[in-house]
Structure formats: structure tokens, C-alpha cells
């Protein structure tokens, strides 16, 4: 990663963001490639680093980086958007709380040439509503799915539980690839504590089912309750 972002630097790059993997579509079928939990710490701690040492903003689209900026500064720097990584000021933080973390629904949502509309590019067959039969802002400002992805007070096992569910909030769209549940922990994180496989690679926990063929997958323990594919 060090030598990524030189390169972007002595490109004269102005803002470096690292995309968080996400196993939808193709990258389905590269799931191996997901990094581990301490992995996936260990990156994000370098982001951080590389932002304060290398001259150009460095940030990730992992809702974790808010958490992580926020540790490893001892609270002095806070990555309320995937955006922008800025000083803790009061009313920054206030703001992280409230935009911070996962923007899924929150922030944004996904149109699909169709007209349909998802919570976010990477859950396309969450498909809420349709652009050509109703207005958007009715959708975006009543869509139940949506209204509950604003909700972190509804997020499930560990980061329901998490101190951090506000500026964080875990991937929703890792949730749903890996558990089939909008609302369920994110596997990437070292805080969502599964018991003894916490740390394993989020693909060990997966289980195929289905005709055989069917790329669908879900994790075989936890369950939570399914809220997928929502039409209301
Ligand atoms: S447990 Fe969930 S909410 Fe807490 S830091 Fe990890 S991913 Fe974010």
C-alpha cells in the first residue's frame, strides 16, 4: 500500500480512496480475495498513517476507517463521510454521528437503468422501489428498507451492540452478501466478535445453497432475521 500511494503521489494525485471489497457480482466469485478481520485493521491503520504522512488524502470507502481514524488519532481526527477525513472538532463529530459510517440509504442509493431503485450499487438485487412509478423523494423519504438502514438502532448482534454504530455502522452491503440480512454484523471487523472463528476469513463462514450452481451464499450460523429484497 505504501508504494500505491507514492506512486499516487509522485502522480500528483490530489485524493486516494481505498474501495472496500465487497462480494457482489463478479466479485462473488473472488471472495477469496476478502481480507481478513485483523487484515482488513491492519490495512485501514495504514490508510490512516499514509494520510498524515504523505501529502494527499488518503481514505477508504470501509466504514471501519471512521473507527480507526478515530483510535489511532486518540480522537483527534474523524472520517465522517468516505469523503473526507478531517479534525475531531465538536461539530464534526456531532455530524459523524449522524452521517458517519455506512451511507447505504443514508447518504445515497442506486438508480438502475431500469428505473429501480437499491439502497446502494453494491446490493443490486435489493431493488426498493421503481423510479418510473413513483416519485423519488416519495421513495427516499418513506421506503421502509430505507428508513431502516437509517436506523442503527436496528443493526443486529455486534454492531448493534457497538459503541461506534453511529460514525460506522458496518457495510450493509457485506451484510447482506455475507449473511443474506440487511442488518446483520459486518464480518469484516475485528469488533464483530463471532466467537472462536472472529477472526477467520469471512469466506470460511460461508455456505452454498441452492440448485447447485447458484452463487448465492449466506453464513450458516447467526441467524438473524432477513429483511431482503424489500418491496415496501
Ligand atoms: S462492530 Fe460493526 S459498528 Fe462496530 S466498528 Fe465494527 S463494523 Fe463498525
Known amino acids: 500500500m505504501p508504494a ?31 481480507l481478513t478481520p485483523e487484515q482488513r485493521e491492519e490495512l485501514l491503520k495504514q490508510l490512516f498513517i499514509q494520510s498524515h504522512t504523505s501529502g494527499i488524502e488518503v481514505l477508504s470507502t470501509a466504514p471501519q476507517y471512521a473507527r480507526v481514524s478515530l483510535e489511532c488519532s486518540g480522537g483527534a481526527s474523524v472520517a465522517p463521510t468516505h469523503f473526507y477525513l478531517g479534525e475531531a472538532s465538536w461539530d464534526l463529530k456531532v455530524l459523524a454521528d449522524f452521517i458517519g459510517g455506512c451511507g447505504a440509504g443514508r447518504l445515497y442509493c442506486a438508480l438502475q437503468p431500469n428505473g429501480d431503485v437499491s439502497p446502494c450499487v453494491f446490493m443490486p438485487d435489493v431493488r426498493i422501489r421503481n423510479l418510473r412509478k413513483e416519485r423519488f423523494m416519495d421513495i427516499w423519504h418513506n421506503n421502509r428498507t430505507l428508513i431502516k438502514l437509517r436506523d442503527r438502532s436496528s443493526l443486529q448482534s455486534n454492531c448493534g451492540k457497538c459503541e461506534h454504530k453511529f460514525v460506522c455502522g458496518g457495510c450493509r452491503a457485506r451484510a447482506l452478501a455475507y449473511f443474506d440480512d440487511l442488518l446483520a454484523p459486518d464480518p469484516s471487523c475485528i469488533l464483530t466478535s463471532l466467537g472462536p472463528q472472529a477472526t477467520a476469513h469471512p469466506a470460511d463462514h460461508l455456505q452454498k445453497f441452492g440448485p447447485e450452481g447458484n452463487l448465492k451464499r449466506i453464513i450458516c450460523r447467526q441467524p438473524t432475521p432477513v429483511l431482503k429484497h424489500a418491496s415496501d
Open 4 to 34: 500505491i500511494i507514492e506512486l499516487t503521489r509522485q502522480l500528483k494525485v490530489k485524493r486516494f480512496i481505498a474501495f472496500n471489497f465487497i462480494p457482489a457480482g463478479r466479485g462473488a466469485d473472488a471472495v477469496e480475495l476478502d
